[in-house]
């Protein structure tokens, strides 16, 4: 897991997706080019940014590796100009988004652990980098984060990078292992979408 | 002040009741059970990890001891299901906010001395400490900070950190003048809600 | 650029202008003395704070020379009390935050490259710093942030910062040069106010 080719490339696709969603919103708030580009950066990039900081891991990945950097960017301006057409691909766009939140999740609480953060703080820190992009998304783009408000998201997040301190710590976090984990994420998350699953609300 | 067994406790009393803080906001704001642990969390720990990331302190006390998150996590589930009571106890809170106010202040100033930064640096890191937290859990429902906008608040928090700054240029900063100080903080803070003090506003 | 006097000068005129956005706005949302110091502040070192982070410049200038709080703070106050009359000096503004803007961004991604950040993530630091005080601002008033939403600002930034990370590839990046980039960055946002440039909207 320690940045194969396989895992840069599955790397740049969560990329490119959080940064699609990111621009979706920005151009649905009437932004401008770089207004999109902005918030898709974020919202691509955000959540790697805060772990980054967090673990002292000095460039941070966005602007360490070119490569995320420009992904990010094109995913966005191709919302820019493509966005009628990708609201058809709705569906695509959030199968998408739940493999993205898998994936950031398993690599962002493993390199936690790595950098030698203790368990429960590895599961934050794996939470934020799958959830962080959105929630920034949402502040920039004047909402509040949506993650916070519905649908079983970052609770899925949460149980992931739990799933995954337990395997390492069980010496077991292998590629298959990992590579289940988030697609378990993916699943439960999709389940959820279709199901209309939610967290309960306080009563008034 | 360096991690004694009756610091910690206080320490988090200050994460509980912020915690507190941050959750009764997001229940306000209708956010799921995730949203207002979340809230929560950002409320009683963002503005320790803003100084931990600023003064470089790796991993940040928020991640680093799990002791923090889950106290932070407790009280937000509290909140969640007695929040009706809780209306009942907002004097206390009102008390035990200004206390950890007081407390976090205090305890920001110090790391950020003990860290090497200059004193003006310093008293900005400890007043950051102690207001930050309500700042993040403001952006994250959607309102502009209310520490910016009415209350001796912050102010007592700047004037807090400037005398910690001063005590420990003295060379006494012992646990008596620095408990001393946070009572002070505290004690000016609710006498500032009593007798609704507020700092001036622009004329138009 | 490491930090002469006339640097010193002039990074401190940048801080002033900044802040002085920042405190109008803050008096704009009625807030009140503490609350327009803060957005000040928050404006005018937010940017700076943020690179500094990233390349874990500890601590963070914001915080380790005074004399950048101090400066942020007086502007901000001074804006604070004499806002009927700045407001006929609004061209003048303008002009000096154009300044402030190409001197941000060509500091910001000479300190990234000095710090070893590859090209790319340097000239996303530049544009960054100069750019992100203002979205800081614009956040903590309740904004989206307007850089994201009209004109040609930071796209300027990027120009520039890209402009300067040539000139130090090329080993040409002495003073006379990158004052230059900075005039040039000055220069075209004026143009682009002038001329109501700005960048294109999707069409819905």
């Known amino acids: 897991m320690t940045g194969g080719y396989s895992l840069l490339v599955a790397d740049l696709i969560g990329v490119a997706v959080f940064a699609a969603s990111g621009a979706g919103a920005a151009v649905a708030k009437r932004l401008d080019l770089f207004g999109v580009g902005f918030v898709g950066f974020v919202a691509a990039l955000g959540g790697g940014l805060?772990?980054?900081?967090?673990?002292?891991?000095?460039?941070?990945?966005?602007?360490?590796?070119w490569r995320?950097?420009?992904?990010?960017?094109?995913?966005?301006v191709a919302v820019f100009y493509l966005h009628p057409q990708l609201n058809r691909l709705r569906r695509t766009v959030l199968l998408l988004d739940a493999a993205g939140l898998g994936l950031f999740t398993v690599t962002g609480t493993l390199k936690a652990l790595e950098a030698g953060v203790p368990a429960v703080g590895a599961c934050l820190i794996g939470m934020?980098?799958?959830i962080g992009g959105g929630v920034a998304r949402d502040l920039l783009t004047g909402?509040?984060?949506?993650?916070?408000q519905r649908d079983i998201y970052a609770v899925v997040a949460?149980?992931?990078a739990a799933a995954v301190t337990l395997l390492s710590r069980l010496e077991l976090a292998g590629p298959l292992?990992?590579?289940l984990s988030a697609a378990a994420m993916t699943g439960v998350r999709l389940l959820a979408l279709y199901r209309r699953w939610s967290a309960p609300v306080a009563v008034p």
């Open 158 to 160: 949460l149980g992931g």
């Open 50 to 65: 805060l772990r980054d900081l967090v673990i002292d891991a000095v460039p941070p990945l966005a602007f360490g590796d």
């Open 177 to 179: 292992p990992l590579a």
């Open 143 to 148: 909402e509040i984060p949506v993650v916070l």
């Open 68 to 76: 995320y950097a420009v992904t990010a960017v094109c995913a966005s």
């Open 128 to 130: 934020l980098t799958g």
